[in-house]
């Protein structure tokens, strides 16, 4: 069974930075694609930013040149640096994983984490 547990979320001021990470455990073959999804209260769970196997990377217009995403394959692990943070990027941020081949499953499967809060204080 996989598994995905983040950490490195928080309370902190705007201006400030927060680094956050996510594992996936288990029996993995690969992984397509790693990413960060946040759902503020009221709104719908959006895209953040994600990262391919290969190293392309996507972002969310809200935080491009802001944010950092990054990969360690050999760890199945992804980071999302963010800084300048605003209070508006509060939200659960969730990690996710797509196309993740396992033996146990036939075919590619995404998982999700159980999400992280990140609050921004003005």
């Known amino acids: 069974q996989v598994q995905l547990v983040e950490s490195g979320g928080g309370l902190v001021q705007a201006g400030k930075s927060l680094r956050l990470s996510c594992t996936a455990s288990?029996?993995?073959?690969?992984?397509?694609?790693m990413g960060w999804y946040r759902q503020a209260r009221g709104n719908l769970r959006e895209l953040v930013a994600d990262?391919?196997?290969?190293?392309?990377?996507n972002y969310a217009d809200s935080v491009k040149g802001r944010f950092t995403i990054s990969r360690d394959n050999a760890k199945n692990t992804v980071y999302l640096q963010m800084n300048s943070l605003k209070p508006e990027d509060t939200a659960v941020y969730y990690c996710?994983?797509?196309?993740?081949?396992?033996?146990?499953?036939?075919?590619?499967?995404?998982?999700w984490g159980q999400g992280t809060q990140v609050t921004v204080s003005s």
């Open positions: 996710n994983a797509a196309g993740v081949l396992t033996p146990q499953r036939v075919g590619a499967h995404d998982y």
């Open positions: 288990g029996s993995i073959f690969s992984i397509v694609a």
């Open positions: 990262i391919t196997s290969g190293g392309t990377t």
